[in-house]
């Protein structure tokens, strides 16, 4: 029974004396297992007799929780109270609802955030020692985090919950992420107390609105003669202003340029033009010309939103140049270019769609001669591909723009923006005082060599350092420390106080956004030291124009990162660092599989594991179509996994290439087909081994686990996991449910146990498998799944999982003796899985007899 379920872990008694199931929605204890090495975090915002937030991480097949009272903060200055509670099943991370009045907990509970956690060191002794560090990876949350306990009494242990210093954090109040991102990740919905408390707000609102103002929802613009409203123009408008987010969200975007330039709103009335800044001060002195041309639209009465930039010989915007027209007051080369129309004539059309407001923008500008007004174009092609191509031309990004918003007077995660980043070498010169909580340094000052090999200042980076990171760092900068400055020219003011110089002989790979006039980087991040090159070649890296091909040549360098359709962008871009494979590599061989991988993907939902920053980077487990737009992946029915967004399925050759250009090495699949998901065609046991183990004793693991299975008279197939053990499917009739197929193959683990204690494991963690293996029967459950036969590993090497015939079992060197360089001979052999379509078998009462006896 579902309680006995909750009570079977010893951690959960607590939390299953507190609830009664039968009146209560949450979920009992049997929860789908994540895979090893993937936990799970979970953030639920919680009405009960107070608002809170539940910080939950998965560990030891459980949910650790922490009552958050005030929730996370961004900023690594809050330290936010974390009240330790009982841990919950893993299945109470999928739960959103109601609890009823007179139940433990009773109030509203959705998902406000979701994703995956890494422990940075053992994470259990973090647990003991009152130190938890770990990473997110989030839809809001990510990067680095501490949970610090305290020395506060109270009935249950106190905690800390920090944000780490990193590329993350955001200054607080200035940024609040509760503010900024108040619904739930799953369904989108707000809390029911705070809908019932927007909709009353607005209701007066809705009261007072202008007979004449339009507020429907049409991506079709307003008729013309709706400009004839008597409204009165506002006096001022505050402008919406973008979120910064790391990659393109799923759902209808629309995407602009990012303009170097400023920001411009400009007030049209009866001929009269003011251009206020995003500050509210009026610019209209220093841009008459601007103001003439907006004077010449054919408009009564207007509100323009737009950004004025000054150009380059190739056409780019070049905020240096904006800032000497400025200074030499000229205004004659500055151009306006427009993107979003707020008022027109009377008609107020902030509560318009994005849609229906750039549309009656075009109208206006239709028929317009005025070299400085433009209008700013969208693009709805693959994001990535139209900011790869944008950061390639040099300029600063993409602006994205939620379909049917309506315009929102502050920052808004509607509007977001997608940066280009430059990266290359520095020279360490220097290092800042620590400050607040940060040990060892602050930042580190940064030289690159001139072209007559004079060393100069440029600029200095504080984030992206782990604590790790700080220690080992400061150890290797001691020994070069000196008392003069190296540089040619020592910095001035703040930037040269409290320095300890260093000799120049130590490099650093950083990712900064741009590098100034002055040649000092900004927004810099700090990616590591690098030892592959003398501090005396360290120059500024200065992108050079690609020579056009010709002829022949230029035909095949078109197409030659364009494979089923689908683009692939930075094909040099290395995603493992041992091997030296690259992105277009890994799109290449899956192109080459296709054949031979489609059968085993294409009739089951698939998650991904996705690598952006390559094998030895943050590697992210989605599983549901709502983290991003795959390029020939399709979005399943919701109702197939309800309260999730869709999940995802990839059938053709084009979708496993649009899955390589998302950065996706890895393609699990379901235990189960579409067209019944609720009746498993197959089960699963992953061998896990201790990694201390020899080879050998995963072959003969394997070995006496099939032997049991052909006393069960059941048929198995194997392929290699691509990492460190072996998988063994067995082929099922489509007659047993979830539950009983989960707990056919923990008998088998439990036999084994049993049977040679001194070599496998029934019990999951790496402490219960020393020196043994684990027979993993935990991707047996409804919604956990396993790599794909043929599918790549995000492993050095970038291995492969293959099938193989039991014959050739002794013969293997590991489970990773194939990679995408090494695998072409093996997907041109004869399949070892040939027979598994003519094996049809099902599991009988007297194999868990067998089982149990």
Same mark, same amino acid.
């Given at each position: 029974?579902?309680?006995?379920?909750?009570?079977?872990?010893?951690?959960?008694?607590?939390?299953?004396?507190?609830?009664?199931?039968?009146?209560?929605?949450?979920?009992?204890?049997?929860?789908?297992?994540?895979?090893?090495?993937?936990?799970?975090?979970?953030?639920?915002?919680?009405?009960?007799?107070?608002?809170?937030?539940?910080?939950?991480? %998965?560990?030891?097949?459980?949910?650790?929780?922490?009552?958050?009272?005030?929730?996370?903060?961004?900023?690594?200055?809050?330290?936010?109270?974390?009240? %330790?509670?009982?841990?919950?099943?893993?299945?109470?991370?999928?739960?959103?609802?109601?609890?009823?009045?007179?139940?433990?907990?009773?109030?509203?509970?959705?998902?406000?955030?979701?994703?995956?956690?890494?422990?940075?060191?053992?994470?259990?002794?973090?647990?003991?020692?009152?130190?938890?560090?770990?990473?997110?990876?989030?839809?809001?949350?990510?990067?680095?985090?501490?949970?610090?306990?305290?020395?506060?009494?109270?009935? +249950?242990?106190?905690?800390?919950?920090?944000?780490?210093?990193?590329?993350?954090?955001?200054?607080?109040?200035?940024?609040?992420?509760?503010?900024?991102?108040?619904?739930?990740?799953?369904?989108?919905?707000?809390?029911?107390?705070?809908?019932?408390?927007?909709?009353?707000?607005?209701?007066?609102?809705?009261?007072?609105?202008?007979?004449?103002?339009?507020?429907?929802?049409?991506?079709?613009?307003?008729?013309?003669?709706?400009?004839?409203?008597?409204?009165?123009?506002?006096?001022?408008?505050?402008?919406?202003?973008?979120?910064?987010?790391?990659?393109?969200?799923?759902?209808?975007?629309?995407?602009?340029?990012?303009?170097?330039?400023?920001?411009?709103?400009?007030?049209?009335?009866?001929?009269?033009?003011?251009?206020?800044?995003?500050?509210?001060?009026?610019?209209?002195?220093?841009?008459?010309?601007?103001?003439?041309?907006?004077?010449?639209?054919?408009?009564?009465?207007?509100?323009?939103?737009?950004?004025?930039?000054?150009?380059?010989?190739?056409?780019?915007?070049?905020?240096?140049?904006?800032?000497?027209?400025?200074?030499?007051?000229?205004?004659?080369?500055?151009?306006?270019?427009?993107?979003?129309?707020?008022?027109?004539?009377?008609?107020?059309?902030?509560?318009?769609?994005?849609?229906?407001?750039?549309?009656?923008?075009?109208?206006?500008?239709?028929?317009?001669?005025?070299?400085?007004?433009?209008?700013?174009?969208?693009?709805?092609?693959?994001?990535?591909?139209?900011?790869?191509?944008?950061?390639?031309?040099?300029?600063?990004?993409?602006?994205?723009?939620?379909?049917?918003?309506?315009?929102?007077?502050?920052?808004?995660?509607?509007?977001?923006?997608?940066?280009?980043?430059?990266?290359?070498?520095?020279?360490?010169?220097?290092?800042?005082?620590?400050?607040?909580?940060?040990?060892?340094?602050?930042?580190?000052?940064?030289?690159?060599?001139?072209?007559?090999?004079?060393?100069?200042?440029?600029?200095?980076?504080?984030?992206?350092?782990?604590?790790?990171?700080?220690?080992?760092?400061?150890?290797?900068?001691?020994?070069?420390?000196?008392?003069?400055?190296?540089?040619?020219?020592?910095?001035?003011?703040?930037?040269?106080?409290?320095?300890?110089?260093?000799?120049?002989?130590?490099?650093?790979?950083?990712?900064?956004?741009?590098?100034?006039?002055?040649?000092?980087?900004?927004?810099?991040?700090?990616?590591?030291?690098?030892?592959?090159?003398?501090? +005396?070649?360290?120059?500024?890296?200065?992108?050079?124009?690609?020579?056009?091909?010709?002829?022949?040549?230029?035909?095949?360098?078109?197409?030659?990162?364009?494979?089923?359709?689908?683009?692939?962008?930075?094909?040099?871009?290395?995603?493992?660092?041992?091997?030296?494979?690259?992105?277009?590599?890994?799109?290449?061989?899956?192109?080459?599989?296709?054949?031979?991988?489609?059968?085993?993907?294409?009739?089951?939902?698939?998650?991904?594991?996705?690598?952006?920053?390559?094998?030895?980077?943050?590697?992210?487990?989605?599983?549901?179509?709502?983290?991003?737009?795959?390029?020939?992946?399709?979005?399943?029915?919701?109702?197939?996994?309800?309260?999730?967004?869709?999940?995802?399925?990839?059938?053709?050759?084009?979708?496993?290439?649009?899955?390589?250009?998302?950065?996706?090495? %890895?393609?699990?699949?379901?235990?189960?087909?579409?067209?019944?998901?609720?009746?498993?065609?197959?089960?699963?046991?992953?061998?896990?081994?201790?990694?201390?183990?020899?080879?050998?004793?995963?072959?003969?693991?394997?070995?006496?686990?099939?032997?049991?299975?052909?006393?069960?008279?059941?048929?198995?197939?194997?392929?290699?996991?691509?990492?460190?053990?072996?998988?063994?499917?067995?082929?099922?009739?489509?007659?047993?449910?979830?539950?009983?197929?989960?707990?056919?193959?923990?008998?088998?683990?439990?036999?084994?146990?049993?049977?040679?204690?001194?070599?496998?494991?029934?019990?999951?963690?790496?402490?219960?498998?020393?020196?043994?293996?684990?027979?993993?029967?935990?991707?047996?459950?409804?919604?956990?799944?396993?790599?794909?036969?043929?599918?790549?590993?995000?492993?050095?090497?970038?291995?492969?999982?293959?099938?193989?015939?039991?014959? %050739?079992?002794?013969?293997?060197?590991?489970?990773?003796?194939?990679?995408?360089?090494?695998?072409?001979?093996?997907?041109?052999?004869?399949?070892?899985?040939?027979?598994?379509?003519?094996?049809?078998?099902?599991?009988?009462?007297?194999?868990?007899?067998?089982?149990?006896?």
């Amino acid at each position: 029974m579902p309680r006995a379920a909750a009570i079977q872990n010893p951690t959960l008694k607590e939390y299953a004396r507190k609830r009664d199931f039968s009146g209560t929605p949450e979920p009992s204890g049997e929860a789908p297992a994540s895979h090893a090495g993937e936990y799970v975090f979970v953030v639920q915002k919680h009405d009960a007799s107070h608002l809170h937030y539940d910080f939950r991480l %998965e560990l030891d097949g459980v949910l650790k929780s922490w009552a958050v009272p005030k929730g996370p903060c961004l900023d690594p200055s809050v330290k936010r109270l974390a009240i %330790e509670v009982e841990d919950h099943p893993l299945d109470y991370a999928r739960f959103e609802g109601h609890i009823p009045e007179g139940h433990y907990g009773a109030g509203d509970v959705i998902v406000w955030d979701e994703g995956r956690w890494t422990p940075i060191g053992d994470p259990h002794e973090g647990m003991k020692s009152g130190h938890l560090k770990f990473r997110l990876a989030g839809s809001k949350l990510a990067g680095s985090w501490n949970l610090v306990r305290t020395r506060m009494a109270g009935r +249950k242990p106190q905690w800390f919950l920090i944000k780490g210093r990193d590329d993350q954090a955001r200054d607080f109040p200035r940024f609040d992420i509760l503010a900024e991102a108040p619904l739930s990740v799953v369904s989108g919905q707000s809390l029911p107390s705070e809908a019932a408390a927007l909709k009353q707000k607005a209701a007066p609102k809705r009261a007072q609105a202008k007979p004449a103002r339009d507020t429907s929802r049409s991506k079709a613009a307003p008729k013309k003669t709706a400009r004839t409203g008597k409204g009165k123009l506002p006096d001022a408008i505050s402008p919406e202003l973008a979120t910064l987010v790391d990659a393109p969200p799923a759902g209808d975007w629309r995407y602009e340029i990012k303009i170097d330039g400023y920001r411009i709103l400009a007030r049209l009335d009866g001929g009269e033009v003011r251009l206020m800044t995003r500050n509210g001060h009026d610019w209209s002195a220093k841009l008459p010309e601007l103001c003439q041309a907006l004077a010449a639209l054919p408009v009564q009465s207007a509100w323009l939103d737009g950004e004025i930039l000054v150009m380059d010989e190739e056409g780019r915007p070049d905020f240096q140049r904006l800032q000497n027209a400025f200074d030499a007051n000229l205004s004659a080369p500055i151009h306006y270019t427009l993107f979003d129309l707020l008022w027109l004539d009377g008609v107020d059309y902030r509560d318009q769609p994005l849609e229906a407001r750039r549309q009656a923008l075009q109208q206006v500008l239709r028929g317009n001669q005025q070299a400085s007004l433009r209008y700013s174009e969208d693009f709805t092609d693959d994001p990535r591909s139209v900011l790869a191509s944008a950061c390639r031309l040099g300029l600063e990004g993409l602006i994205g723009k939620r379909a049917g918003s309506p315009y929102t007077q502050k920052r808004s995660r509607d509007w977001i923006k997608l940066k280009c980043k430059r990266r290359q070498e520095f020279v360490i010169v220097g290092f800042s005082e620590p400050k607040g909580s940060r040990a060892h340094f602050g930042a580190l000052l940064l030289g690159l060599h001139d072209a007559d090999g004079a060393l100069r200042y440029a600029g200095k980076v504080g984030t992206g350092f782990s604590s790790a990171t700080l220690k080992t760092l400061y150890q290797q900068l001691k020994p070069l420390q000196r008392k003069t400055c190296p540089l040619q020219q020592a910095p001035k003011g703040a930037d040269a106080r409290g320095v300890t110089w260093l000799r120049p002989e130590l490099l650093c790979e950083v990712a900064f956004a741009e590098m100034t006039r002055e040649g000092l980087v900004r927004q810099a991040v700090f990616h590591g030291l690098r030892s592959d090159k003398p501090a +005396k070649a360290i120059v500024e890296e200065k992108p050079q124009k690609a020579p056009r091909a010709t002829g022949a040549k230029a035909a095949k360098d078109s197409t030659g990162n364009t494979l089923e359709g689908v683009t692939v962008t930075h094909p040099e871009r290395v995603i493992d660092a041992t091997s030296q494979l690259r992105k277009i590599d890994v799109a290449r061989y899956y192109e080459k599989a296709a054949e031979r991988l489609l059968p085993w993907l294409a009739d089951r939902p698939v998650s991904l594991v996705r690598v952006p920053d390559g094998v030895g980077g943050e590697q992210f487990f989605q599983r549901h179509a709502s983290r991003t737009g795959i390029p020939g992946a399709e979005q399943l029915d919701p109702k197939l996994d309800p309260g999730h967004a869709p999940l995802l399925r990839i059938a053709t050759a084009k979708g496993l290439i649009g899955a390589a250009q998302m950065s996706a090495l %890895e393609l699990h699949t379901w235990n189960a087909a579409l067209d019944d998901l609720e009746k498993p065609d197959r089960f699963v046991l992953d061998l896990d081994p201790d990694p201390a183990l020899p080879w050998q004793r995963m072959v003969e693991a394997t070995q006496l686990t099939l032997t049991l299975l052909d006393e069960l008279g059941l048929t198995a197939f194997l392929k290699t996991s691509g990492g460190k053990g072996m998988h063994i499917l067995v082929p099922l009739q489509r007659r047993h449910g979830w539950d009983e197929v989960k707990d056919f193959a923990h008998g088998i683990s439990r036999h084994m146990a049993q049977l040679m204690p001194d070599r496998f494991s029934a019990v999951s963690g790496p402490k219960n498998r020393v020196g043994k293996i684990f027979i993993d029967y935990l991707r047996n459950t409804r919604g956990a799944s396993t790599v794909c036969v043929w599918s790549v590993r995000a492993r050095e090497g970038l291995p492969v999982s293959v099938p193989i015939g039991r014959e %050739e079992l002794p013969t293997l060197t590991g489970a990773n003796q194939w990679t995408i360089a090494t695998v072409d001979e093996r997907l041109k052999a004869a399949d070892p899985w040939a027979d598994w379509a003519r094996t049809r078998q099902r599991l009988t009462r007297a194999m868990f007899d067998q089982l149990e006896g």
